[in-house]
């Protein structure tokens, strides 16, 4: 089968051929329908070898939804044919927080070398996919697949990140997405199905701030030095009580502290180098800052189950198997509008 692989440390993801895989027991074999090109396998790619933490070739793609092809012995519950959606962050699936649906913070996935496919484990930008165990897999219930892939990381991300501060996104208050990509666009719909926050998108490009409008945000600024302060503007002084950063890099960070107000909420989703020192006095009174890591597996329900209700329309690009290294390109530049899909 066809494989977007990234083989060599540095160098850019090459399509390939391998073996097709075949279930061993209590697997699923899934033909895949279409993975997500997510900016965290630039990422990725970008690491050193000793930062990478597990061998090469890697086969690309934790965003991934299939049809079910095979099943191990063992498996059942499933039927051939049936579409399902991945649930990536894959745990052990019997400690404390995976009981929780908390895979995503396994206690143990490091210690027994369980990895998230594409991230690791042979991923989904490929003509077929092997799934350790029935549980990662999701029906999509008549969801377009090409649509909902997204959904599994740049749907589920932010909507664990929107989940931790629900409290605090009363009406009145004002909910700022820094970075309107893959992640950010659909936090915009996310923040507009789930809350009645006031929602201020910050991009650097005017495409990028069209679509942020365009999704439902209510406010779209250029993100440049002065972004804190028209937030503050826009705010009467007040500042966000919400935060969600999707670059997470120095300036942005930066930013979303000074942009903060009193007891807010600032998350860092994105994985851009940035840091926010707390300590009294750096930042507004009571501001918790957190770094969150993908979603539950309870929570990619209710996002599947929020996109059947047709509260989000996710903007997608799609490319053929072989075009998957011009999709990495086209989103290093900045140049995708919503999600990259790959339809293997
Ligand atoms: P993306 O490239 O689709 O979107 C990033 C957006 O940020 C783009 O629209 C870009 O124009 C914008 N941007 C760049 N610099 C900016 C700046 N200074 N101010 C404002 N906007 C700026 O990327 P994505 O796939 O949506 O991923 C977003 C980030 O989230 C990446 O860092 C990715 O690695 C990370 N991520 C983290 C998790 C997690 O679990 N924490 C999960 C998925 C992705
Ligand atoms: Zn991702
Ligand atoms: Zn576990």
New binding site residues.
Partial sequence: MKAVQYRTIGAAPEVVTVPTPEPGPGQVLLKVTAAGV???DI?VMSMPAERLGFPLPLTLGHEGVGTVAALGAGVDGLSEGEAVAVYGPWGCGRCLTCAQGKENYCLRAAELGIRPPGLGAPGAMAEYLLVDDPRHLVPLGGLDPVRAVPLT??GL?PYHAIKRSLGKLLPGSTAVV???????HVAIQLLRAMTAARIVA????EE?LALARSVGAHEAVL?DARAAATVRELTGGVGAQVVLD????P??TAAAGAMAAVEADVTI????GGTLPVGFGSLPYEVSVA????GTRDELIEVLDLARAGALDVHVETYGIDDAPLAYER?HA?L?NG?AVILP
């Fill in positions: 997510c900016h965290s990422a990381d740049a991300t820094i970075g309107t990509g893959g992640l950010g910050l991009d650097v490009t990028k993100s999707f670059v997470g890099a300036p942005t989703v994105g994985i851009g770094s969150p890591y993908w989103l900045g995708v999600r």
